[in-house]
């Protein structure tokens, strides 16, 4: 497998590195496109960031609280059943 072609840029005074445009292109990396940073043994690792931060259940759970009495299973499939009418009519 051939090596790819090893490509140099310049440190600014501000700290800036400019990304050689057929990398940008080849990653898709816009203007605006987020970055995370990491140092490696190797050097260092650029890599689109996600567009949300990762996320557990617990992080997730109470977020939107209902205040009320809790529904049964029947009355959520009522309320369902009653909802694809209410959109299946509308069609």
């Known amino acids: 497998m051939p090596q790819p072609e ?17 990398i940008r292109q080849h990653r898709d990396w816009r203007a605006g496109t987020r970055l995370t940073v990491e140092e ?6 650029l890599k689109r960031a996600p567009a949300f931060a990762p996320t557990t259940s617990e ?4 977020m939107l609280p209902f205040r009320g009495k ?21 069609d």
């Open 6 to 22: 090893k490509l140099t840029t310049t440190v600014s005074t501000k700290g800036q590195v400019i990304l050689p445009k057929t």
């Open 70 to 90: 809790p529904k049964t299973l029947e009355e959520m499939d009522e309320a369902i059943l009653a909802e694809a009418h209410r959109h299946h009519d509308r």
């Open 40 to 45: 490696t043994a190797d050097g260092v690792l």
């Open 59 to 62: 992080d997730v759970f109470g």
